[in-house]
């Protein structure tokens, strides 16, 4: 019966020593040493699935244990496998069916069959049924893929179930061995002695339990934060400072019924800006913006400070914010005002009038304006305001009646934005580079430049060989055009900016892969705008070189101007020419559209017909037995045709050999004595069928079942024979002289080669020569074979009767009166 098992995370003691000890055992182990991380958490989920009334074997899909990882199905296969079997970790069989048919591979984890076949239970590997049980759950709660079986309860995702690619086994394997040091309260036990002063004990504690450096540790920790599932709390010191650190399991603290209240979510916190730095992760920690806060939080609830986790000796200072969050306004409450943001090509906004003007009623920093935006525009920009934003303040007010807003300059009321970039991770990796803009944005604005964004990735997708490389492009074509602004705080109106210059490809060619002279897809500058170019200049010379020749003695200004009229007619004419090319282009397209819709109207037209003559077909009564809807012939007589065409050329088979072919009565007795060997088989078959196999169930399948059965039995037990009869044909025709002469044949001509001759009696000689005797001997078996049914089928055939000549037939036709004469005979 099955094991009733409870909350996987409200592990006893026991229990949790127990699990830990068998988990350590098998990722620390010498044989691991310089095994992935992924390999190690595969050999801990394989001893978990591991099943006991199976010999401890585990049977799974390559794709099925890559989604309990995190990884892809490619690196299971060549990295994760090869690495546990290199480390005589695992041993592994391709498990199939009936058909065999794979279904997936006979895992089993070599240390822990060992251990459990030894019968010591003390052992750390010796793991009991109910413990392997656990073991299971604990890590289908963790990180398990989550799957819905058929009839029963849909087992739910784990917590890191989402958290996949490069890292993801790391993350996965360090918060199952956090949760197994870890007490009911939700606290990990931090690690004694002296840890690495710049990352702290908690980086400390995580990179012991993974084996890995402390920066490794710390961006482990620092991921596991941002998913949800660990929290560093830090308790203030004498000296005013955030110095000791605990670690603790949000999910096990709720499991045992811990109140745990939800801390003020940072980003990243200091701690994690720390491990942003660390090298030799297995991924970077430059995500995004580092939001740090500055205030005093209290120890006891959680929540994460804004400074680095230290040890005791750190040094004391004042308390100051390094950075701040990029976008909103500060609060007034820390003791300074000004907006900073990080990134390149982002300049520090000024403080500006109007700071101390309040925003939804709370003391805060109004928006900065450029000061060169206020005076004069912008180089190439337009003094007045421009439909769009006549359009964003119109649109800012109307977009919804509870919508909170916000007091502008102006005594104008503005709509206030989302705070955070769209939820979608493409856009939010393609819009990162403006996303101090985006704060500036209400939501109508904020709703456009979405709708423009996911409008621009579609185009890239199109013209990208991996359209996974969309989003970074466009962050890429942002980030280049913010450098060529000069910053976003000199841009005044960002929602034209993002828009209309930011977002928007610049085709310097008719190439949809340009973009400013520099190709999407390589990154490369554009072989067509070097061709455009080149073309211009020839152009140029060319022109220069008819004005010099038609008109010389040209002033140079005359020359010049004369020059640039002749290229602007060039280009118009060029226009033109591209105009009229994509108008006849256009119709190529109209008309390809329309045959195609033409043929596919004809297509179903023709499948209709082809349906209805089917119908027809089906309706027609079987010609040998009458079965009605029977397409003309029914399965048991169509069963039937076929056996009597078998045993016809078994018959023949065996007469190849055993008869003169032309011997009209040695070859029907073969026939006849095959016959009657293939109907006692089939009979016999027949009859065994129905010793294993039910009346009643055969007769309860239809009227026409038995029928069936017997026409298909016999059809088999035919087609065994008639192979058996053509092999043994081939086996006698190759003792013939014919075959046997050639095989002597070829086999002195193997000999024969220039590179047998030295060493006629070696190996490789005999070896060749043995082989090329064994296919000569089997061709012309082949080929005697073919040529005597041949002749027996020639035979078979009936002789058509030829009618008799014209001139043995004309008297006779002659003699016969005509219609006339033979009515005046009578008459």
Known sequence: MPLELGNPLQLSKAMRARLLAAVRALVTSPAMAGASDGARLASVVLTAKAKVRNDYQAKIWAAELGR??????????????????AAGFL?????????GHATGLECWVIPMYR?????????????????????????????????????KEPIPAGLLAGRAGRGAATDRLGLLLMVLTTGSAGWVQLCPGS????????????ARLLGCSAAAGAKVLKRLQEHGVAEVVRKETGSGLYAQSRVRLVPVAKAHGVAVREARRVAKSAFSDLAGTASGDLETGETGEIVVATGIEDTGQGETAGLADLTATAQHHALHASRVTAGDSLSLSGGFSGEGREGEGCRPGRACLREDQTVDGETAVAESGSPVAEVDPLRGEKPTKSPVDEQEQAGGVAAGADARLSVVGGRKTQQQGRPELPADLDLRVALTPVSWLWTKLNRWQQDHVVKAAEAELAQLRQVLEWTGQAPSALAVRLTSRLEETGGEALIARPFGWITHRGLV???????????????????ADCHNCDNVLHSRRAWRVRIAAEVDQE??????????????????RHAEAEAADLVSRQAEAQQRAERRAAARAESEAQAAIERERAAAEAAVRQAVACEDCGRERSAGLCEACDHRRQVKALIGEAGLLAATWSADPSDQVAVAAVASEVRTAIEDAIAASWAQFQEITDPAALEAAGPDAVEDAVAHNAVLTAESAAAEYRHEALVMLGRSEDAQAEARKAYETELAKPWFQALPDSDDAQRAATEAAAKAQTRTAEHLLAVRLEQLHTQARPTPVRPAPWTQRLPELAARPLDGEALEVTA
């Open 115 to 151: 251990a459990q076949q030894a019968g010591d239970r003390r052992h750390a590997l010796a793991l009991s049924r109910s413990e392997l049980a656990v073991l299971l759950s604990l890590c289908e709660v963790l990180f398990g893929p989550g799957w819905a079986p058929k009839d």
């Open 68 to 85: 309990w990882l995190g990884v892809s199905q490619s690196t299971v296969a060549h990295t994760v496998l090869p690495e546990l079997r």
């Open 505 to 523: 490809r610049r085709a310097a060619c008719s190439d949809v892969r340009c973009d400013n002279g520099v190709r999407l897809d390589t990154g």
């Open 91 to 99: 041993g592994s069989n391709v498990a199939t069916n009936a058909f």
């Open 551 to 568: 008109l010389p003695g040209l002033e140079t200004d005359a020359r010049y101007r004369e020059i640039e009229a002749r290229m602007r």
């Open 195 to 206: 840890v690495d002063t710049g990352r702290g004990r908690p980086a400390a504690t995580v």
